[in-house]
């Protein structure tokens, strides 16, 4: 069950000052943190979850909070030991750390079956279909029968740095968290019409209210409304 803390402590990261870096334009329209940090928890948990952008160029973004609220739980236990193991690291950097936090709580090495308890790591600025509105890297791992997620968000500009400083949460379904992040659902805006169109990746489709497929594109461009005319909601 979600809790207020994880929804915090989500919040937390997504207002973290990750700094600034001479790689990056931030200070031509701000960093993500800095965007962020204009928002209360009330205002993340108002926005939608994901939205279809029409126009000449149409676009469509998930909402990083309720992607990370939606499929995480935070494990303050792991996450304070994971810190405290830290303290013996001042000069390393983060992914050295976790590597060898993980080596000593016997997790097995990148490289096994990805539904197994190995580390699977990643960073989603390399996933073709990502949607959310913010880069997420981190490493899944298991334990005691449990899935868990070490988790840093991206709050710079430019991706080779500006993350949040590590949390531990549990993830029920890594293949979930994933996927989910790569796909999104919209209504036609019209009460009177019954479409809807679904969007991941390169894969766009319309279907009608009883879900038949009525057209399939690759590109967002071509169904950027429904086929009644009005827009996607």
């Given at each position: 069950?979600?809790?207020?803390?994880?929804?915090?402590?989500?919040?937390?990261?997504?207002?973290?000052?990750?700094?600034?870096?001479?790689?990056?334009?931030?200070?031509?329209?701000?960093?993500h943190w800095e965007r962020n940090q204009k928002k209360t928890l009330e205002d993340f948990r108002a926005e939608p979850e994901a939205t279809f952008t029409g126009g000449k160029w149409p676009e469509v973004s998930k909402s990083t909070f309720w992607h990370l609220v939606n499929h995480l739980e935070a494990d303050e236990g792991l996450t304070?030991?994971?810190?405290?193991?830290?303290?013996?690291?001042p000069d390393d950097g983060w992914m050295f750390i976790q590597d060898e936090w993980l080596n000593k709580l016997g997790v097995?090495?990148?490289?096994?079956?990805?539904?197994?308890?190995?580390?699977?790591?990643?960073?989603s600025y390399n996933f073709d279909g990502w949607l959310l509105d913010q880069t997420l890297?981190?490493?899944?791992?298991?334990?005691?029968?449990?899935?868990?997620?070490?988790?840093?968000?991206?709050?710079?500009?430019?991706?080779?740095g500006g993350y949040t400083k590590p949390q531990v949460f549990e993830v029920s379904e890594k293949d979930g968290f994933i996927?989910?992040?790569?796909?999104?659902?919209?209504?036609?805006?019209?009460?009177?019409?019954?479409?809807?169109?679904?969007?991941?990746?390169?894969?766009?489709?319309?279907?009608d209210e009883y879900g038949n497929l009525l057209e399939s594109f690759t590109n967002l461009e071509d169904a950027k409304t429904c086929t009644c005319g009005n827009d996607w909601k």
């Open positions: 069950m979600i809790t207020k803390t994880t929804e915090a402590i989500i919040y937390g990261m997504l207002t973290e000052n990750t700094g600034g870096s001479i790689l990056d334009s931030g200070s031509a329209y701000g960093r304070a030991a994971f810190h405290k193991f830290a303290e013996d690291y097995p090495e990148e490289g096994g079956e990805f539904y197994s308890d190995a580390r699977w790591e990643f960073n890297q981190g490493v899944f791992f298991g334990l005691g029968g449990n899935g868990y997620l070490i988790l840093q968000v991206h709050g710079g500009c430019d991706v080779r996927f989910d992040a790569e796909q999104a659902y919209f209504l036609c805006s019209s009460l009177e019409c019954g479409n809807s169109v679904s969007v991941r990746g390169y894969e766009v489709e319309v279907t």
